[in-house]
């Protein structure tokens, strides 16, 4: 059985981009009362942990560590939402995107597979939005798998989680570097700039 899954930022709904991470985030821990170093931002940029490439690391954990090594203990939950709300941004539903999820849906398992870093943060946005969440059988983001796409593990997480084999998978997205991972099992890539999601009905009958 095929599964289509879709790119939520970018390719299903557009959002405001965060253009200095660092900034919005210290001035939602400010406003929630805590006392930042007055390095905060140099000491933002610095890895707190190493990660192996590919290797998706939550936000909410790494501005904790941030914190920590200059000696400023925060309560996880103050930094969860700090962090949250940060980077939650309007929401504008994709032209086509509630027609292209129903017509997936009527054709197989469907699913979402995001790349971000805040706890959360996908879930919420997909709420917000005017596409039926009811029709999506998983909702995958890298900050729960620890899978950033193009890695192939992603990929492999969504078909786990939609009872699919990697090879069925048809993943619809916005960037050809990190959607177009999908290769790497086996599956197969439609990208909006190429195809619309007005159109994607059409794509999805060719690909059956």
Not at 81 to 109: D, I, M, N, Q
Not at 153 to 181: C, K, N, Q, S
Request: with cysteine; hydrophobic share 40%.
């Amino acid at each position: 059985m095929t599964t289509v899954s879709f790119d939520l930022f970018g390719t299903l709904v557009a959002t405001p981009a965060v253009t200095d991470p660092s900034e919005a985030v210290a001035t939602e821990l400010r406003q929630r009362g805590v006392a930042l170093p007055d390095d905060w931002r140099t000491a933002y940029r610095e890895p707190h942990e190493q990660v192996e490439p590919g290797r998706e690391r939550s936000l909410v954990a790494h501005a904790r560590d941030t914190l920590a090594s200059r000696g400023v203990e925060v309560r996880h939950g103050t930094v969860h939402r700090a962090v949250r709300a940060a980077f939650e941004k309007p929401v504008e539903t994709r032209l086509g995107a509630r027609a292209a999820v129903t017509t997936a849906a009527e054709r197989g398992s469907v699913a979402v597979l995001s790349n971000c870093s805040v706890p959360g943060l996908v879930e919420r946005t997909l709420r917000r939005s005017t596409v039926d969440e009811s029709l999506f059988d998983a909702v995958v983001a890298s900050v729960d798998s620890g899978w950033r796409k193009p890695h192939r593990r992603a990929f492999e997480a969504v078909a786990t989680a939609t009872e699919t084999r990697p090879a069925d998978l048809i993943h619809v997205g916005d960037d050809p570097e990190t959607d177009g991972g999908v290769s790497a099992v086996g599956g197969r890539a439609i990208l909006v700039d190429e195809t619309p999601l007005t159109n994607l009905s059409d794509r999805l009958t060719e690909a059956r």
